[in-house]
Each structure stands twice: as C-alpha cells, then as structure tokens.
C-alpha cells in the first residue's frame, strides 16, 4: 500500500454476525471498566461529547494550558495480538476472536498473513482499539478523586487525557508536564505495538490553538475559550461542494437540493454545539454563489432577473429570506416550493455532556439513557429541573447545565479539579 493509506478488510456475511454476537455479549463489561474519557467507538458517546469534554477541561482559568496533540500511527494495522488476547482473560469466545485477529487478508487474489492489527471493517475492530487502549489515561498519570462531594473529578496536578479512538489530547500544567506524560505513553504503547505518530503528534500552548476532530481549540487574548470549526474542515468541505456543483452542470434544480441537502445538514449538525454562526454564515454566502453560478451557465442565455426569480425566492414560510434556492417546477398544491436548506438555519446548542462512567448497560440509568436518545427533547419543567423550582422559565433555560430529578445522578465527569 502507499503511504497514507490503509488497509480496509470487510469480513463475510456469517463473520460479521458471529463478530456482533461476541461484540454483544463482551461490550458491557468493559463498558463497565472502560476509562471516563474514552469517547470512540462507545454506545451513547461521540465526538460531541470529546468536545465538550474539552471545553469544560480547558475554560474559564484552566490551569492545564499546554497541549499534547498526539495521533496513533497505523494503530489498527499494529496491535499487539497477544497483549490483546491477554487483556480479554477468560472470556468465552477468546479463542474466536484470536482466530478472526489471525485470519489474514485476501487482496487481488493473494493471501497475506496479519500477524499484528485489527483488520478494519471488522463489527469488533472498534471494540478491540478501545480495549487494547484501556489503561492509557492511568499510564499518562491521570487520577481522579474517589470520595467526597468531588468524586470522578481529575485530581489537581494531575493532567487530563481526553481520547477519541486513536486520536488524543494531553491537557497539562506546563510543558515539562507535557513531555513526561508524551514520554510515558510513548513507553506505555510500545509493548502493545503502538507509536505515535511524530508528524501529527506536537505540544503546543492553549494560546496557539490546536485541532482535534475537525474542531480548533484555543483560548484567545481575552482569556475566552473558542472551539469553532477548524480551517482544514472548513475547506474540505468548501471544496466537496464546489464538486458536487461541478458534477451537477446539466441537471435541474431538484438534483441539486437532493444532492447537497445532506451534505449541508450533516456538516452543520455536528458543529452545531461549536462556535459556528460566522462560520455558517459565510457557507451560506459561498453556497449562494455556487448555486447562482450553476443556474446562470443552466440558461446561458436568460437575463440575471429572469434567473433570479426562477430559482430564488421566499420558499422557507418561518424564514425572511428572499435568497433561498428552490425548485419553481416542483411545487406542491398548497404552493410549497422545494427548497435547499442553509447552514444558518441550524440552532446553536450546547452539547450536553455523558457523565464520566455512566454506561447504557447500567439498570439503574435506564431511565437517562432514555431520556437523552429521544430526538425532541423533552420539555424542561420546575418539576424536572433542580436549578429553579417554581420557575418554569428559568428551568428551561438551564437545561444545558441541569439534570432530571427523575433520572439517576451517575458519576460525574468533573471539571478537571482545577
């Protein structure tokens, strides 16, 4: 393979059914062990919640100011088969797993032996990068407060991990800190066939800013934290739209909302808990003039007001904007117009933070886990917020920072401990 890729190995149908049925059964146990900030590849966690982990790491007057950004090397193509195998005891289907580990791969009719990694495209793989990383926090000098009102909170001194499959951050006190806990995961990882990758992986101050799942983190001259949308993702997506466009020249206004529609919602979704309104504005400006240059070379001849009026309107009724692109040809009969949707469109919200241990396989927070896969979220009451009894209002408005009465309180994921 070139540099830069990597190998993707999609077992069979059967393979892939066994590897679920073993996922299934060894998933809530380590559930139960797996590390407060550890967020990839876990039910009921996500980039959301690394993001928000940050954030509440790194506000207000952090004192863990210097950044060890570090990416894993090729770490599914490089685990250790019998640290892996080792760190799985007596679990059933051990043996099983050691034989998908060891099936070797069939590429162009050609079979090679894997003597080392977890094939990608694997039901289990994720599962077993998590396990193989479990203990990295510990190893990093990570300790957490076991008793008291601050129970699951980071101890003071102490530096803070916050990981996301093979991608982690180090938040520490200073950069002598940094470099004892990069030093001590790079000798943590060794045994286990891991390395960091040294052009991806740099110690950088909070000031500079650095990128973590397509976000930037940085704390600017006013002392505020920003998390917003990273440049490079930024312009990646930038580029895919002007793509798309490219590839639509010839087809009419419905392929274009039904090809970039996804696209536009996506993206804005998962930034939507960042510092994204400019951001989304200046999309929608990019977006506009995109599609107004595909309308424009659509009817070469057609005079400007002629193409404006065919394809841009008011199609959005709750939306004063007259600039919003949409199929004419495709209204309904009550005169809906379909229409594309702009980034700007998507609310601001705070994610709401998974408590550090908190697992869905836990019968006591059966009813939390509810209550956060619902997609409408519930209405937030006096009854149900302890911020502000007798104050329906208020309630609402803090629900990004409280949590049901009638939910179990599980361990907190802690602030940081200063």
Same mark, same amino acid.
């Given at each position: 393979?070139?540099?830069?890729?990597?190998?993707?190995?999609?077992?069979?149908?059967?393979?892939?059914?066994?590897?679920? *049925?073993?996922?299934?059964?060894?998933?809530?146990?380590?559930?139960?062990?797996?590390?407060? =900030?550890?967020?990839?590849? *876990?039910?009921?966690?996500?980039?959301?919640?690394?993001?928000?982990?940050?954030?509440?790491?790194? %506000?207000?007057?952090?004192?863990?100011?210097?950044?060890?950004?570090?990416?894993?090397?090729?770490?599914?193509?490089?685990?250790?088969?019998?640290?892996?195998?080792?760190?799985?005891?007596?679990?059933?289907?051990?043996?099983?797993?050691?034989?998908?580990?060891?099936?070797?791969?069939?590429?162009?009719?050609?079979?090679?032996?894997?003597?080392?990694?977890?094939?990608?495209?694997?039901?289990?793989?994720?599962?077993?990068?998590?396990?193989?990383?479990?203990?990295?926090?510990?190893?990093?000098?990570? =300790?957490?407060?076991?008793?008291?009102?601050?129970?699951?909170?980071?101890?003071?001194?102490?530096?803070?991990?916050?990981?996301?499959?093979?991608?982690?951050?180090?938040?520490?006190?200073?950069?002598?800190?940094?470099?004892?806990?990069?030093?001590?995961?790079?000798?943590?990882?060794?045994?286990?066939?891991?390395?960091?990758?040294?052009?991806?992986?740099?110690?950088?101050?909070?000031?500079?800013?650095?990128?973590?799942?397509?976000?930037?983190?940085?704390?600017?001259?006013?002392?505020?934290?920003?998390?917003?949308?990273?440049?490079?993702?930024?312009?990646?997506? *930038?580029?895919?739209?002007?793509?798309?466009?490219?590839?639509?020249?010839?087809?009419?206004?419905?392929?274009?909302?039904?090809?970039?529609?996804?696209?536009?919602?996506?993206?804005?979704?998962?930034?939507?808990?960042?510092?994204?309104?400019?951001?989304?504005?200046?999309?929608?400006?990019?977006?506009?003039?995109?599609?107004?240059?595909?309308?424009?070379?659509?009817?070469?001849? %057609?005079? %400007? =007001?002629?193409?404006?009026?065919?394809?841009?309107?008011?199609?959005?009724?709750?939306?004063?904007?007259?600039?919003?692109?949409?199929?004419?040809a495709g209204a309904d009969k009550r005169g809906s117009v379909p229409h594309l949707i702009k980034f700007a469109w998507t609310p601001i919200v705070r994610h709401q933070l998974v408590p550090g241990t908190a697992s869905p396989d836990d019968p006591d927070l059966t009813g939390y886990?509810?209550?956060?896969?619902?997609?409408?979220?519930?209405?937030?009451?006096?009854?149900?917020?302890?911020?502000?009894?007798?104050?329906?209002?208020?309630?609402?408005?803090?629900?990004? =920072?409280?949590?049901?009465?009638?939910?179990?309180?599980?361990?907190?994921?802690?602030?940081?401990?200063?």
């Open positions: 393979m070139q540099e830069g890729q990597y190998e993707s190995s999609v077992p069979v149908l059967a393979d892939r059914c066994h590897q679920a *049925r073993v996922r299934h059964a060894l998933e809530p146990e380590w559930e139960a062990r797996f590390e407060p =900030r550890s967020y990839g590849f *876990r039910p009921g966690r996500g980039c959301a919640d690394a993001i928000a982990a940050l954030f509440t790491t790194l %506000k207000g007057k952090s004192k863990r100011v210097w950044i060890v950004d570090a990416d894993l090397s090729a770490a599914f193509d490089r685990i250790d088969h019998s640290r892996l195998l080792a760190a799985l005891g007596s679990f059933p289907a051990r043996n099983m797993i050691a034989g998908w580990l060891k099936a070797g791969v069939i590429e162009d009719g050609a079979f090679t032996s894997t003597e080392e990694g977890a094939p990608q495209g694997g039901v289990i793989s994720p599962l077993m990068m998590n396990v193989a990383l479990h203990g990295l926090e510990e190893a990093a000098g990570v =300790r957490y407060q076991v008793s008291g009102r601050h129970a699951g909170d980071t101890r003071p001194g102490c530096p803070v991990v916050i990981r996301y499959a093979d991608d982690l951050v180090a938040c520490c006190h200073s950069r002598q800190q940094a470099e004892q806990v990069k030093a001590q995961l790079a000798a943590w990882l060794a045994p286990r066939g891991l390395a960091f990758n040294e052009d991806k992986t740099k110690i950088v101050h909070l000031t500079e800013g650095f990128d973590f799942l397509g976000f930037n983190v940085r704390r600017y001259r006013n002392g505020k934290l920003l998390i917003k949308p990273s440049s490079a993702a930024v312009k990646r997506l *930038r580029n895919r739209l002007a793509a798309e466009m490219r590839a639509l020249r010839g087809s009419n206004a419905a392929a274009v909302i039904a090809a970039l529609t996804p696209i536009i919602r996506g993206w804005a979704a998962y930034y939507q808990g960042a510092v994204s309104s400019k951001i989304f504005g200046d999309l929608d400006d990019y977006m506009w003039k995109l599609t107004y240059r595909w309308a424009k070379r659509s009817h070469g001849g %057609k005079p %400007k =007001r002629w193409v404006v009026y065919r394809y841009f309107g008011r199609f959005n009724k709750f939306r004063n904007d007259r600039w919003v692109f949409g199929n004419r886990w509810a209550t956060r896969r619902q997609r409408v979220k519930p209405r937030w009451t006096a009854t149900t917020c302890a911020c502000s009894p007798g104050r329906p209002g208020a309630a609402r408005s803090a629900a990004i =920072r409280c949590s049901p009465l009638t939910s179990p309180n599980p361990q907190r994921s802690g602030n940081g401990g200063g």
